[in-house]
């Protein structure tokens, strides 16, 4: 019998072509079948098709493609603001779906996600390939274990270098009705990692956040870099005829719908933050300090959990002006007991693929039968909501001053959660000790 999951993609811009397209059926072939694929842009639907190596049929309606080609499973690579209503189809339809990350942008749509997912019965699976790098897997292990007793408080910053930051300002994902802004579109994926690092439900949160160097903010400005009268001296300046892939799969398709891959990263009418600091208090008393940076030389970032018994950091770069290290090495350093050697270098050798290698190690986990889950990596979409919610709270507070409890903005979120607020292995220990 053939057991294969039979998908259809729908979205097959970058991400939809390449990690749920092209590498899926290189990779995963014996366990998947490319049964249709969906694009409002006819166009870039067939050159995606061209890449992915596909004879799946081509849809520009998603209602028809689910009644015709009955996918039991969605692949939701849409920008952010459509993804709810896809996925409310896709489950009423009797399939799951994957959904790419943000799983959504407002309160509103967080819950139609969750009641449809409610409603249906069908499994909703968030992209959240950041856990399944192996540094993060390791860090994860350590903090169940207690290997740094109670974890008090966490310093987390993250770093998009001039290429990866500035590409958000470009499109669709500079204005907040589209995106959520990049407290959610980005940052859903570091709120992610901290609630399933600390097992906890983040509570409150304050933050600041402004333009300081895109949109309004910049020297000059034009129609989009291909026509832009300024490309001999902007910084930012793109050039698409130099990438085959971005000219085939975006500029030729722009006739269809107007859709640019190289909008200009100062258009007067940007409107999200590129400068972003948040503080979030967890329900299990931990502290975050957060910061997000969108035109540093570096692609990265510095994450340290401090415990009472003792201190995890890593940093850990995608891209950086110097030469690469084999590995990464997470730091643990331990208060007590004195005397005995206080540092331990955990070395971790990089992975091939996205996302420090999580990409590969997320696909193994959804589509190989029998791989176990024993740190809860794969995740679900209430990590989708809280994470999103996480990022709706930071922007309401940067824009209010005030401080924005997450209860408030969806008490129902959190009224019928079982999950006990986490005590760390050694919290007992911990708390009688020193
Ligand atoms: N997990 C990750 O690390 C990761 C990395 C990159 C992108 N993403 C996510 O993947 C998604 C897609 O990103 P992208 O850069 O490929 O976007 P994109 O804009 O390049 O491509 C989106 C595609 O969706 C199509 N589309 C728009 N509305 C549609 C609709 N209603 N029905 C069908 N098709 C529609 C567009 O024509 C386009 O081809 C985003 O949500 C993004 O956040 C996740």
């Given at each position: 019998m053939d057991n294969k999951r039979r998908f259809a993609l729908v979205g097959t811009g970058n991400r939809g072509t390449t990690m749920w397209g092209r590498d899926l059926l290189a990779g995963w072939r014996g366990y998947v079948d490319l049964v249709a694929i969906a694009d409002t842009n006819s166009l870039r639907a067939e050159r995606a098709r061209t890449m992915i190596a596909s004879n799946a049929p081509i849809y520009g309606d998603v209602d028809t493609m689910l009644a015709e080609a009955q996918p039991d499973l969605v692949i939701v690579c849409t920008p952010d603001d459509t993804h709810d209503d896809i996925v409310v189809r896709a489950l009423e339809s009797g399939a799951d779906v994957i959904t790419e990350k943000p799983m959504t942008t407002t309160v509103e749509k967080i819950r139609r996600i969750l009641d449809a997912e409610t409603r249906t019965g069908r499994r909703v699976d968030v992209s959240f390939n950041y856990r399944f790098a192996p540094t993060a897997g390791r860090i994860k292990e350590l903090l169940d274990a207690g290997e740094i007793g109670r974890v008090t408080s966490v310093d987390f910053h993250w770093y998009l270098d001039t290429e990866h930051g500035a590409d958000y300002f470009r499109r669709w994902h500079a204005y907040t009705e589209r995106s959520g802004s990049l407290f959610v579109h980005k940052a859903t994926h570091h709120f992610d990692l901290l609630n399933w690092y600390l097992d906890s439900d983040p509570e409150a949160v304050t933050a600041f956040a402004d333009l300081q160097m895109y949109g309004r903010k910049g020297p000059f400005r034009g129609p989009r870099c291909k026509l832009c009268p300024h490309k001999g001296s902007c910084d930012f300046y793109l050039d698409l005829e130099a990438d085959p892939f971005l000219e085939a799969l975006y500029e030729q398709p722009s006739e269809i719908d107007g859709y640019f891959r190289d909008g200009c990263v100062f258009r007067e009418d940007i409107d999200i933050p590129d400068t972003m600091v948040a503080n979030i208090r967890y329900r299990n008393n931990v502290h975050v300090s957060y910061s997000l940076n969108t035109f540093q030389p570096i692609e990265g970032h510095h994450i340290a959990f401090n415990g009472t018994k003792g201190r995890i950091e890593l940093r850990q770069y995608e891209d950086q002006p110097w030469e690469t290290a084999a590995e990464d090495v997470i730091l643990l350093v331990?208060?007590?007991?004195?005397?005995?050697?206080a540092v331990e270098r955990i070395a971790i050798p990089h992975s091939p693929g996205g996302h420090y290698g999580g990409d590969d190690r997320m696909r193994n986990m959804i589509f190989k039968p029998g791989v176990s889950d024993p740190l809860g990596q794969r995740a679900g979409a209430r990590a989708g909501a809280l994470s999103v919610l996480c990022g709706i709270a930071a922007l309401q507070s940067s824009r209010s001053g005030k401080l924005v409890r997450l209860a408030d903005l969806m008490p129902d979120l959190f009224e019928n959660e079982v999950r006990p607020v986490r005590q760390f292995a050694a919290q007992a220990s911990a708390s009688a000790g020193p």
């Open positions: 331990r208060n007590f007991p004195k005397g005995v050697p």
